[in-house]
């Protein structure tokens, strides 16, 4: 498995941005993505890259706010949070996964970091 260290979250004003970052210990993924866990909910896929294939892939209650991208030479991603929300405040986890494609379910990513929290206030 893959260790992941994340950092960057924080509590911010409705309408602010954030960055989160994700640093892997060895680049033995093919995706790295960002979930969230607000509390009483399930936890929900947020974003993700796959690095083989150079794509990335967002939820539809992200799209056009949050943007994924990747510092290759240091084995991290970073998600760009945008025009947050009250409805965005969750523990946020990164994530890896061996598979191809577009997986966005958590039994698919077999290393999660432990979580950094990210609140919006209104």
């Known amino acids: 498995q893959v260790h992941l260290v994340e950092s960057g979250g924080g509590l911010v004003q409705a309408g602010g941005s954030l960055r989160l970052s994700c640093t892997a210990s060895?680049?033995?993924?093919?995706?790295m993505g960002w979930f969230r866990q607000a509390p009483g909910k399930e936890r929900e896929f947020v974003a993700a890259f796959n690095w083989g294939a150079g794509t990335k892939y967002y939820s539809d209650s992200v799209k056009g706010r949050f943007a994924i991208s990747r510092d290759n030479a240091k084995t991290t991603t970073y998600l760009q949070m945008n025009s947050l929300k009250p409805d965005d405040t969750a523990v946020y986890y990164c994530?890896?996964?061996?598979?191809?494609?577009?997986?966005?379910?958590?039994?698919?990513?077999?290393?999660w970091g432990q979580g950094t929290q990210v609140t919006v206030s209104s």
């Open positions: 060895s680049r033995t993924f093919n995706i």
């Open positions: 994530a890896t996964s061996p598979l191809g494609g577009v997986p966005d379910a958590s039994y698919d990513f077999n290393s």
